[in-house]
């Protein structure tokens, strides 16, 4: 029994090593964006039902914590947050298969991680509680997978789905707005985190539209430590 427990711990270490230590896809091999996705939500987004609370990138939170929290995805935040009560239906943004359910990548309490065609993966975390869906199982376009939680585990906090686009090796981030049909324009004017973009005074129109954010690296240098932030990160960056 306790060589088994051994075995599984090895297994469990070795699975959280591949996954943050892997080499990264070709660019070449990962499916370019053509909107070939949809929302995790169903229904219009509204105060009542799901909005968008942060964007992917250069945002002014990830920046403040840029050598912290994100300092191992090159400071910017890699997924979009979706303000929402927690419970909500959280649907499979594309066709694919489950692999992974609690896995190692992060946004806790709970988990799914999605394969999809072109060497592409959606991770949805702060899940409410774990997953019905299994290791394997074929999910559709607008299935549901999970319900939406709290990254604070209160569900007053800070409830909230957050969204990942990676490629296949969980190495490269992807913007996910180009690979997502959806009104970018019109769902970022309704932010609830209220969180904008850093600007770099020294080339001040640099990322400074959603679909202008850069791709990242797992453990990449960072791509935003700006010697003339703006706003001024309280406190200090950390």
Known sequence: MAARRLLLLAAA?????????????????V????????????????????????????????YRQRRSTYGNLQGIH????????????????????????????????????????????????????RSSVRVGQRVTRGQVIGESGDSQGTCVSAPHLHLELRDRS???????LPYIAADWNSLALAASFGRGYEY????????????SQPAALRGGALLNEYRQPWPPAAGGAR
């Open 13 to 29: 270490l070795t699975g959280v090593a591949l996954a943050h230590y892997a080499a990264p896809l070709p660019l070449s091999t």
């Open 200 to 211: 770099d005074l020294t080339q001040p129109r640099r990322w400074q539209t959603p679909d």
């Open 170 to 176: 969980h190495q490269r981030f992807l913007n996910p």
């Open 78 to 129: 890699a997924g979009l947050d979706f303000s929402a009560p927690c419970g909500t239906p959280v649907r499979a943004i594309g066709d694919g298969v489950v692999a992974e359910v609690d896995g190692p990548h992060g946004s806790p309490p709970h988990n799914v991680v999605v394969d999809h065609a072109g060497n592409l993966s959606s991770l949805y975390g702060h899940l409410r509680v």
């Open 31 to 62: 499916a370019p964006a053509k909107a070939q996705f949809g929302l995790p939500f169903a229904g219009p987004p509204g105060p009542d039902t799901w909005m968008l609370g942060q964007g992917y990138g250069n945002t002014t939170g990830a």
